[in-house]
């Protein structure tokens, strides 16, 4: 499950500067900016959470 967890958030972290990326390179990139970044948010609190609870019980 750590595996699991540090996967998630390292491809939370790489969605979010795709993100960065998009908003930079395209001229109307602004909406699918903060779509992506909010998904790379959200990969990463689940990575997150998974780690916080499953992983530190064991």
């Known amino acids: 499950m750590f595996i699991l967890a540090k996967v998630l958030q390292a491809l939370g972290l790489a969605d979010v500067g795709f993100a960065l990326?998009?908003?930079?390179?395209q001229t109307?990139?602004?909406?699918?900016e903060y779509k992506f970044t909010g998904i790379g948010i959200?990969?990463?609190?689940?990575?997150?959470?998974i780690?916080?609870?499953?992983?530190?019980?064991?």
């Open 21 to 25: 990326y998009v908003g930079i390179t």
């Open 42 to 49: 959200l990969v990463f609190l689940a990575g997150y959470i």
């Open 51 to 58: 780690e916080g609870v499953w992983v530190s019980r064991g």
């Open 28 to 32: 109307h990139g602004m909406g699918n």
